[in-house]
T-cell receptor, first 116, second 112 residues
């Protein structure tokens, strides 16, 4: 069964600092990977996704993520955090080749606090 | 505007009183899902539907029912709600299983 681990429950960074949120997945087949962001009281918004090709993926709001198959990781990065980035971030994994129609498995989330 | 809508957004009810949370999408998407979100657990899939009249269980289906009589609608039914179903519920849809999911705004349910 596929699974996703986000090891950091809560991260605090200062505005303007760089950010890296970790995501490790477990799945035997070819994965496809997503990062979603959830602002307080809001639904989930897609930041970026990886299906195939270039392992460095650019997303919205200046975020990027790098797929590393050897490490089973898909870490999210941003070079300079803005106060508006404070939110909860979810990594999700699905399979392109699985016969199951079940779509995505989500990690437990990382809460990001941005200090002024 | 392309969107997924859910109603109600907030609901407080009592144990055993049947309720339905509606979900509707206007993007002609084939695939729809229901998730519940609980602190520390992330999102867990309750049920999903690949198309009209085709539904299947997700990871946590106990205590829930769904139906997909029309492509655009995917209601979540709690026949006899219990306090452990107090949660934040999200509906999502996508063009197909492999496409990006679009999420509704969420329904916060409290069962007393």
């Amino acid at each position: 069964a596929q699974s996703v681990t986000q090891p950091d429950i809560h991260i605090t960074v200062s505005e303007g600092a760089s950010l890296e949120l970790r995501c490790n997945y477990s799945y035997g087949a070819t994965p496809y990977l997503f990062w979603y962001v959830q602002s307080p009281g809001q639904g989930l918004q897609l930041l970026l996704k990886y299906f195939s090709g270039d392992t460095l993926v650019q997303g919205i709001k200046g975020f990027e993520a790098e797929f590393k198959r050897s490490q089973s990781s898909f870490n999210l990065r941003k070079p300079s955090v803005h106060w508006s980035d404070a939110a909860e971030y979810f990594c999700a994994v699905g399979s392109i080749s699985s016969g199951s129609a079940r779509q995505l498995t989500f990690g437990s989330g990382t809460q990001l606090t941005v200090l002024p | 505007e392309a969107q997924v809508t859910q109603n109600p957004r907030y609901l407080i009810t009592v144990t055993g009183k049947k309720l339905t949370v509606t979900c509707s999408q206007n993007m002609n998407h084939e695939y729809m899902s229901w998730y519940r979100q609980d602190p520390g657990l992330g999102l867990r899939q309750i049920y999903y539907s690949m198309n009209v009249e085709v539904t299947d269980k997700g990871d946590v289906p106990e205590g829930y029912k769904v139906s997909r009589k029309e492509k655009r609608n995917f209601p979540l039914i709690l026949e006899s709600p219990s306090p452990n179903q107090t949660s934040l519920y999200f509906c999502a849809s996508s063009l197909s299983r492999q496409d990006t999911q679009y999420f509704g705004p969420g329904t916060r349910l409290t069962v007393l």
